[in-house]
DNA sequence: AAACGGATGGGCT
DNA sequence: GCCCATCCGTTTG
């Protein structure tokens, strides 16, 4: 197998509104032994280092320490007692940035999303962010992991053929501060997205 | 179609 | 003790 399709680290250390609307269109590959499910990213959220919404805002804590590390890894949080969500951590070592994932477009894995969200339903398996730690089995076991290389079990690859699509940018969901930056993106018309 | 409340627990002041 | 980068079922208009 060669590993070429794999998203490199160079992609991540880069400006992470840059890579928050590049991220649409690629996909997150996840394997475990149930099986590989896999998802193309159609919704992303920025958090900035200077941002009130970000959970690195008030400086590097136990919980936030992936996303003061390396770009190009996974910065898992549990939510409402309940629920995981996924970042890709950005920009160079130190800064204290990442994307959150906030939909996929299902393209392998259907049965198994399907299982694990206990739904039949196509566009209720993946379109947000703690659906789609669900449909993927990602919880804090993945914590800080490595999404750049063909190795890992959550990871993040190029599409063997890209489609065309308009980007939107809108503001983010469910934050209380800084609520008027327009710092989500998402793949027009996409029905996987989570909130138009 | 929008608004609302309950579930449920960790993080941080 | 309060606040959450959420989801789901129920109620209300």
Do not use: W
Not at 16 to 37: C, I
Not at 98 to 108: I, S
Not at 171 to 183: C, D, E, F, Q, Y
């Amino acid at each position: 197998m060669e590993g070429r399709s794999v998203v490199d680290e160079e992609f991540f250390a880069r400006s992470t509104l840059a890579v928050a609307r590049d991220l649409l269109g690629l996909v997150l590959v996840r394997e475990s032994e149930e099986g590989v499910v896999a998802g193309r990213i159609v919704e992303t959220e920025a958090y900035l280092h200077d941002d009130p919404a970000a959970h690195t805002f008030g400086g590097r804590s136990e919980r936030n320490r992936a996303m003061f590390g390396p770009p190009g890894r996974a910065y898992v949080y549990f939510i409402y007692g309940m629920y995981y969500c996924l970042n890709c951590t950005t920009n160079e070592s130190g800064v204290g940035e990442g994307v959150l994932v906030r939909a996929l477009e299902p393209v392998a894995g259907v049965e198994l999303m399907k299982r694990r969200r206990g739904t039949d339903d196509i566009l209720n398996l993946c379109s947000g962010p703690g659906k789609l730690t669900i449909a993927l089995g990602v919880d804090m076991d993945d914590y800080g992991v490595v999404l750049t290389s063909e190795d890992s079990a959550l990871r993040l690859e190029r599409p063997a053929q890209q489609q065309e699509f308009s980007v939107v940018e809108a503001t983010r969901i469910g934050v209380s501060k800084a609520a008027a930056l327009p710092h989500r993106f998402y793949v027009e018309g996409n029905p996987h997205v989570s909130k138009r």
